[in-house]
């Protein structure tokens, strides 16, 4: 009689070793996937992807790449004419921010909350690209918009700019959600970039405009993101 209340305790270990063994393996399910990011930052808007391979049940590495805007803090849009055009006094250039960052991720609370939110950190850093091109046609090349040298446009100038290559680095916060074949994430970070070479962002005019290029973004990321699992 003895062995019926040993053997009811040798079911009841296995059960709960097989049960741990499906959560490890669902846990190491979520670690890998592919996704597309909108961004918004301080700056505006943005897009991009990211990839996330498992490396553990609770550690991921990421591979990001997204492209969005830059510019200078002081710079101010007015809509001017009857057809609602528009003009920014002293902008130079428009610029693009383009990082590529490889780092981690880590899950956290992984045993104590359901695999439908899975929080995480996250840090990577990797090399950015800066791409400005004219906002006006600069005819005499002096970094100063003249009179009679008109606005470009957005798209106007896009084929007469340059880049500029530095470094950059993210960390941030969020959580993964959903089950099945699809994962959906919020994320908030703080997003930095560093050129040695200063990116051009407003009029080369000391009697107007005070430091008018610069070697340092850095702004809050808000980011969400629409992925499938691999």
Not at 30 to 43: M, W
């Amino acid at each position: 009689m003895r062995l019926v209340p040993l053997c009811a305790l040798c079911l009841a270990a296995s059960a709960a070793s097989a049960q741990g063994a499906r959560r490890d393996t669902a846990a190491a399910r979520y670690t890998s996937s592919a996704a597309v990011a909108l961004e918004l930052s301080e700056y505006g808007l943005g897009g991009g992807g990211a990839v996330r391979l498992g490396l553990s049940r609770d550690l991921s590495a990421v591979a990001e790449l997204s492209v969005g805007a830059g510019r200078d803090e002081r710079e101010q849009r007015f809509f001017v004419g009857f057809f609602g055009d528009t003009v920014t006094p002293f902008k130079r250039n428009y610029v693009a921010l383009v990082p590529l960052h490889l780092g981690l991720e880590r899950r956290l609370f992984r045993e104590q909350i359901e695999d439908n939110f899975r929080p995480y950190v996250s840090l990577a850093a990797g090399p950015t690209l800066a791409y400005q091109w004219p906002y006006f046609d600069d005819v005499d090349g002096d970094g100063v918009r003249d009179e009679g040298e008109p606005v470009l446009g957005a798209t106007g100038g896009l084929g007469r700019g340059d880049a500029r290559f530095g470094v950059g680095a993210t960390i941030a916060v969020g959580a993964h959600f959903g089950r099945g074949g699809t994962t959906q994430t919020v994320r908030v970070g703080f997003q930095a970039a560093h050129f040695p070479t200063p990116v051009d962002l407003l009029e080369a005019d000391p009697a107007r405009v005070e430091s008018p290029s610069r070697k340092t973004f850095w702004t809050p990321v808000v980011t969400f993101r629409v992925g499938r699992l691999l």
